[in-house]
DNA sequence: ATGAAAGCGCTAACAG
DNA sequence: CTGTTAGCGCTTTCAT
């Protein structure tokens, strides 16, 4: 039987404290300076009316002045309950870079709003895009009550996988066909079709699709894409297609890639407004005039694509809809219900990046 | 005494779930599996040396064949250790808002990356901008071994009363007198007068002022800006000066309000690029010429403001050291290290937004 | 090399 | 209304 003593000693030595460490404060401190139990500080710091009135405020001030908190994990063991999310963002080793843009770090405030009025806690992780099944780690280790992702990336399967076992799980991506676990996503096809009608509609011809089609929200905005091109009888020339990731300097390249190759086009999808004004940058700097010359259309409407010169064409996907429908969606599956992916519309806002052709 | 059972109808009942849905696997599961006690499967689980070769590898084997992972609240609880860092985001009730500054929303993932790379998680949470010290709770009861928190508003006497009580803190802004705990942040009276300077040398006279001086970072910025004024003998003109929060719409009113009121300025310094990007927009939908009428220089150097048009000029803040210094103080002060704070160099980029008057 | 048992900080059933 | 006690899932000492 080890002494009191003997566990401080412990407890300091594995938690690298030095002598002069203070002990963090816990209910039976409270218990002992208020002269009660720790049931009773149990109760009454959760309010139950099992508890004398005087005796409850007592004890609350008392744990108040001390700074005393109640250690969540410990409760969270007891009460076998959790009140946490894990929110995650797929990282791709290759580029390995940081997230970093606008789109996906507003949702993830989003997000943080919702889960914050609904009292819960955000346990932010990044996970290899390679292996999303790690994300499950946070679930069934019950240090989440469920799981939000931020992008699916490939690897549908690994996601089905995790659904199949019923891991509480919502990503942020494209509704694919053969999906078993829900997706809140913008409605992908639609807007890569609004973009590409309205830039056919104004005239333009040969419009480069900026965008990584390895991904299944890209592919249906390309599929979209196709479909107007189609439509139109307009034939598709693959070299058009730039198939780059969310990265500005990508776009700057690609860009700079079909100038220097000399292959005409009168127009820009990109697959995010900052892919477009990294390309209206780029053709600025190419002598090229937008929207005269090149007329471009972005994705997402960040909050600058409005401020941008010349305003931004773009698809508008509502971040404040998406983070809080991610986040009502997981709810409702901690809740048993079989939710369906949910396919938020999508908006063309035209602003000053698109017109006519001048020679029309 | 409760029968296994009765245990498991609790839990259940406790947890919401119907009678189908299967339970949490925990280590005693693997351990009656695999034939051997729970001890065991801790060893083997750990890399202890103590368990046989064979025995460990089938131990491994069956947990992840299970999608066993340890429940890491409990092991915590044992053994007093935490790796979860909690980053807090103060949030103004007044103005209410999401966090959407891109400056600060894309240093949330260079501390995420730096804490990933440490093996700890980070647990986000938003707190009220006028109540700081709530978020030492997450300390207090022992969520978190240490607190970054991103922006320090105004209650730098609750920080300080923090510091005090020895709570782990690091925090984003400036670095103010009497000041006990530990910040990191940008040299803001060198940005703010770096900034001054280069638009007076280009012979900008009467220089409108962006940002809420009620802030400590914008308050140096405005000091800086100050000591620039004051250095060439050039007269403040407080009508010049917009307090006003990082938000995008607040700096379309306050350059409207400067036309309407036909305040005369030849130039604009905003305390973020956001700011500096909506000054532009609307200084051209009034028909004034940016730079020629009216130079314009920003702060942070976010992504987008290299392609904004005209490209903008700022004073760069560097997000990814910004970040990594953050949680090197914070691991600091963990190891018993008594850290300075840190006030990282800004640097000027000049770009196109900047220009001498015509009349010159 | 393995198991039994105690206890991390907390809550709730049960007994006063 | 309050205290005693068992136990949440795990690790570790001690005993074998």
């Known amino acids: ?50 508890v004398n009135e ?102 549908h399967d690994q996601l089905n996988e995790l659904a199949a076992r019923r891991v509480p799980l919502v990503v942020w991506g494209a509704h694919l066909a053969q999906q078993l676990y829900c997706t809140v996503g913008g409605d992908n096809f639609a807007g890569g079709e609004a973009a590409t009608e309205h830039l056919i509609g104004l005239g333009r011809r040969r419009i480069a699709f900026l ?51 000399k292959i005409e086009f009168d127009a820009v999808f990109a697959c995010s407004d900052v892919l477009a004004m990294s390309s209206v940058s780029t053709l600025r700097e190419n002598g090229r005039h937008v929207p005269t010359d090149v007329s471009v259309v972005g994705y997402d409407d960040i909050e600058m694509a409005a401020f941008f010169n010349p305003p931004l064409t773009t698809i508008r996907q509502s971040i404040e809809i998406g983070g809080r429908a991610l986040v009502d969606c997981l709810f409702a599956l901690l809740e048993g219900r079989a939710e369906l992916p949910k396919v938020l519309s999508t908006e063309l806002i035209v602003r000053a990046t698109s017109v006519p052709p001048p020679n029309r």
């Open 211 to 261: 965008g990584d089609v390895e991904l299944p929200e890209v592919a249906q905005r390309f599929a979209g894409y196709r479909e107007a091109l189609a439509r139109h009888r307009l034939p598709f020339d693959r070299r058009l297609l730039a198939p780059i990731a969310f990265v500005a300097e990508r776009a700057r390249a690609a860009v700079q890639s079909l100038i220097d190759r």
């Open 1 to 50: 039987m080890w002494g009191r003593a003997v566990r401080m000693e412990r407890r300091r030595r594995e938690s690298g404290e030095t002598s002069a460490a203070k002990r963090r404060l816990q209910m039976s401190d409270i218990a002992r300076l208020a002269g009660v139990s720790t049931s009773t500080v149990s109760r009454a710091l959760s309010g139950s009316a099992l």
């Open 54 to 155: 005087e005796t409850r405020t007592r004890i609350a001030d008392l744990a108040r002045s001390l700074n005393y908190s109640i250690n969540v994990g410990a409760k969270n063991l007891r009460l076998q309950q959790n009140r946490t999310v894990a929110v995650v963002i797929p990282y791709d080793t290759a580029s390995g870079q940081s997230i970093s843009d606008p789109f996906f770090l507003r949702m993830l405030g989003s997000v943080a709003d919702a889960l914050t009025e609904r009292g819960f806690e955000m346990l932010l992780t990044r996970v290899d895009a390679e292996h999303l099944n790690a994300a499950a780690a946070f679930y069934d280790g019950g240090r989440a009550v469920g799981i939000i992702l931020i992008g699916q990336w490939h690897h």
